[in-house]
């Protein structure tokens, strides 16, 4: 963009005023100019390993060359990633109830849906028992196993979490690993989810639609957290209440306790489950990108603020409104089109910062944030060197920046920080105002703060008392979320995008020349992964 020559100069003159008025560095454009390369049709939905993905990463790369900022993976910009993708066979594929000795069918896609994201066992056959929420916090003493004699069985799982554990913990063990952990410490073999409409961002038409489309895993066998899992399925809401006939418990009275985070009864359900389970394995490769800015300070330097965002995306998949490009534009086109703008910018900057910064575009994160996953426990500068970690994925500037949401508020000073910043552009912050979404644990961040790294994501909320605006954004989950119409021809708010970009900026300008680093808060449940201390693996 032009230089606004005249501002600044009049600003220079007046420090005050500066502070009181922050100078724009970004107009939308050039980060509109960067969604629109990325979420082009030829990139094909960016699906991790594919040739879309790497002709968007090769974009990535020559616009970090052009901006000056330094390669900071293992070759050149690029971190080699490996990954195994998992395809059911449906054919092949087959999952029954067995009630009194009679066999219920069930439809593969109407009824329910395998998850691939675990290696499914060939053959199963299980009892099944409804365990609420399923969930083992000891932090709360909560445990939905105690008491319960699981051994050898399928748990039926609602989705959701009671209100007496709050938010970001219950995120954290809903998680694929820890609910894991928890359930075969009990005996269970695998577990089936309900999802709760009341929360579901994706209509189960759609997440019906590209059952059969790879999952994927990262192929050193140390990142398997589901070892020895044999069964995981979901099951379609509108049906569920095949699996409580005989219990005097509807499905519906279920979902409306799950919604209110009420307690949920346990129950041992009168049925089995019998699956054949057909998988195809592959090997696919794919890569992170890692840039630098080095700072000036000569011991700071040595610490980086991280500004992470995925690139990839889902692919080409089954046609909706004759479509099959998801192209991704918001998700998360976007966040890495902030990235490039950020990065640019202050490469540009006279104001030389103390900390280096790190910008890094993850692979894999659609699969299950595998990118973050590898470059966390494999990262290219050291752990302990990576002072914060601020996460960009579907920011949604789809109206006026007013409220920002801050995913991590409550849990380290940067949550401080970025309100500081927000607050001084006119822009009120607030916490996750829907906790059962998970969003805290459903982003890159996570694997950043799982080794101790304090770490947020923010993006644009509508204003908590406009039951219109949040009309809009729910609209926009169900109709344009994870579709071919999350595209480029859908309203943007440019001004909020720049408004975003602006925070953005101003933070890790902030962060980096804080004479702390930032911390967790003494209460925050995720303070204990930093205590943990750093045990980053030696890269392969
Ligand atoms: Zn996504």
Redesign the pocket.
């Known amino acids: 963009m032009l230089k606004k020559v005249l501002p600044v100069l009049v600003l220079a003159t007046i420090p005050a005023l500066a502070q009181s008025a922050p100078k724009n560095t970004f107009d939308g454009k050039t980060w509109w100019d960067h969604v629109k390369v990325l979420a082009d049709d030829n990139m094909e939905g960016r699906d991790t390993g594919s040739p879309g993905l790497r002709k968007a990463e090769a974009y990535v790369v020559d616009q970090l060359k052009k901006s000056g900022v330094q390669p900071a993976g293992k070759h050149g910009y690029y971190q080699p990633v490996k990954f195994e993708s998992r395809q059911i066979i449906e054919k092949d594929s087959s999952a029954v109830l067995i009630r009194d000795g009679k066999v219920e069918p069930l439809t593969l896609g109407d009824d329910i849906i395998f998850n691939t994201r675990i290696d499914l066992a060939p053959e199963v056959e299980a009892p099944l028992v409804f365990v609420g929420y399923g969930l083992t916090v000891p932090e709360r003493n909560y445990d939905d196993l105690a008491g319960l004699d699981v051994k050898g069985k399928v748990v039926v799982i609602l989705s959701g979490s009671p209100a007496e554990v709050p938010g970001p913990l219950a995120s954290h063990y809903q998680t694929a690993a820890e609910r894991w952990k928890a359930l075969r410490t009990a005996g269970a073999i695998g577990a089936i989810s309900i999802p709760n409409p009341a929360s579901m961002d994706v209509p189960w038409a759609r997440i019906a639609l590209n059952r059969a489309h790879p999952s994927m895993e990262l192929s050193d066998p140390a990142f398997d957290e589901t070892a020895g899992e044999k069964l995981s399925m979901t099951v379609n809401p509108a049906k569920a209440d095949m699996f409580f006939a005989g219990t005097g418990h509807t499905f519906a009275e279920l979902a409306a306790l799950g919604k209110d985070r009420r307690p949920l009864p346990h129950l041992s359900l009168p049925i089995s489950i019998r699956t054949k389970a057909k998988l195809e394995k592959r090997t696919i490769e794919s890569a992170n990108i890692i840039a630098t800015l080095p700072g000036s300070d000569p011991v700071l330097k040595n610490e980086y603020v991280v500004l992470s965002a ?1 690139i990839d ?2 692919g080409i998949g089954e046609p909706i409104n004759g479509d099959r490009i998801y192209n ?1 534009a918001m ?2 086109a976007s966040g890495s089109a902030v990235l490039l703008d950020v990065a640019a910018s202050l490469k540009k900057s006279p104001e030389k910062l103390k900390r280096s910064l790190l910008f890094v575009f993850v692979t894999g ?2 699969k299950g944030l595998l990118g973050s996953k590898y470059f966390t426990q494999y990262p290219t500068v050291d752990t302990r060197s990576m002072v914060a970690d601020i996460n960009i ?2 920011f949604l500037p789809i109206m006026p920046l007013k409220t920002l949401v801050v995913f991590g508020l409550a849990e380290s000073d940067l949550g401080d920080l970025a309100r500081d910043v927000a607050q001084s552009r006119g822009v009120q912050v607030e916490p996750d105002p829907e906790p059962q979404r998970n969003l805290f644990i459903r982003s890159d961040q996570y694997n950043f703060i799982r080794r101790g790294i304090p770490a947020l994501a923010m993006g644009v909320a509508p204003d908590p008392n406009s039951p219109e605006q949040k009309q809009i954004f729910k609209d926009w989950l169900t109709n344009r ?2 579709a071919p119409s999350d595209d480029l021809a859908q309203p943007i708010d440019f001004p909020a995008a720049a408004q975003y970009e602006e925070i953005i900026r101003s933070l890790m300008i902030k962060v980096a020349n804080d004479a702390q680093r930032p911390e967790w808060k003494p209460d925050t449940f995720f303070r204990r992964y930093a205590q943990a201390g750093s045990n980053e693996k030696k890269g392969p």
């Open positions: 995925h995306h889902v991704g998700d998360n994160e659609e994925d579907m979320y994870h």
